[in-house]
Nanobody, 118 residues
């Protein structure tokens, strides 16, 4: 089956760092886009960062300069290195992938909690 699995996350103090990883499995075609989103309770899901198959990256202004999205160490994986974390970064972080071909074109991960304390 097709799925995205996130790992990492947890609880850190403000100013700390966390690394997230997302691995896609069951794909026939490599994703054209992989991205990270986040959602805090009572708020809409918010885009964080994107990496295309051509290695083009984009960031939400709120995380630019602090977060880095990069290819993971495994095929069809993506990582998010989060530095200088702030309490407002607290959210459930979701991995996202889109494919140009195949029976499944968009996939969301289950989400992983990131909590930043003061």
């Amino acid at each position: 089956q097709v799925q995205l699995v996130e790992s990492g996350g947890g609880l850190v103090h403000a100013g700390g760092s966390l690394g997230l990883s997302c691995t896609a499995s069951g794909l026939t075609f490599s994703p054209t886009v992989m991205a990270w989103y986040r959602q805090a309770p009572g708020k809409q899901r918010e885009w964080v960062a994107t990496m295309t198959r051509a290695d083009i990256t984009n960031y939400n202004e709120f995380v630019r300069g602090r977060f880095t999205i990069a290819r993971g160490n495994h095929r069809n994986s993506v990582a998010l290195q989060m530095n200088d974390l702030k309490p407002e970064d607290t959210a459930v972080y979701y991995c996202y992938a889109s494919m140009a071909f195949g029976s499944v074109r968009k996939i969301w991960g289950q989400g992983i909690q990131v909590t930043v304390s003061s």
